[in-house]
């Protein structure tokens, strides 16, 4: 059992370049989020999806773009890369994610993106 | 006010003591918690779930203060292998539409 598989694990662009990264999750889950990860920033939600078809802005959205065609796959596209986008970005999915209870995350093993 | 606080230590302790975080939050209507650890450059996985009346997993235990809106971890007779980061984490009803508002986190060194 996959869980959560990002790819690509490590990557560096040099400003004005674009990139797709792509997470899969195989657990059926319904909801998918993007965090990026900054020393002492904490985990940051960019963007998220509560299902096949749908995305909504996260806390920190400018800059980057998402898609959710597949229940399981959900991308995050940079169009025009920036040095201050260099961070450790994470996927993650779960069973639910709205209202009163949440269910627990499951992460993906991240993807190291610097931008020179 | 962050939404989620913890102090990020870090925290150096020996192996055998009992540590504990603590992590607060601001809106009180947050209705679920939990901790996660964050081995060194890897993803945050769940450590456990926190519910009103306390719970304990093993040598690790969670409480909820909801009047002083706070969480904490306790870890009995540590182990090397509990050096990592501890997140909390909290959902935030209002602001962030019920998803979940990480901590910045604790790190935790156990030296022999």
């Known amino acids: 059992n996959a869980g959560v598989t990002q790819t690509p694990k490590f990557r560096v662009l040099k400003t004005g370049q674009s990139m797709t990264l792509l997470c899969a999750q195989d657990m059926n889950h319904e909801y998918m989020y993007w965090y990026r990860q900054d020393p002492g920033m904490g985990l940051r939600l960019i963007h998220y999806s509560v299902g096949e078809g749908t995305t909504a802005k996260g806390e920190v959205p400018d800059g980057y773009n998402v898609s959710r065609l597949k229940k399981q796959n959900f991308l995050l596209g940079l169009e025009s890369a920036a040095p201050s986008q260099t961070s450790v970005y994470f996927c993650?999915?779960?069973?639910?994610?709205?209202?009163?209870?949440?269910?627990?995350?499951?992460f993906g093993n991240g993807t190291r993106l610097t931008v020179t | 006010r962050k939404e989620v606080e913890q102090d990020p230590g870090p925290f150096n302790v020996p192996e055998g003591a009992t540590v504990a975080f603590n992590c607060t939050y601001s809106?009180?209507?947050?209705?679920?918690f939990f901790w996660y650890r964050q081995d060194c450059r890897k993803e945050p996985k769940l450590l456990m779930s926190v519910y009103s009346s306390g719970n304990e997993d093993g040598r690790f235990t969670a409480q909820l203060n909801r009047a002083s809106q706070y969480i904490s971890l306790l870890i009995r007779d540590s182990k090397l292998s509990d050096s990592a980061t501890y997140l909390c984490v909290v959902n935030d009803l209002y602001n962030q539409g019920g998803k979940l508002i990480f901590g910045q986190g604790t790190e935790l060194s156990v030296k022999p």
């Open positions: 809106n009180s209507a947050s209705q679920s």
């Open positions: 993650a999915s779960s069973y639910s994610g709205q209202g009163i209870n949440n269910s627990p995350l499951h």
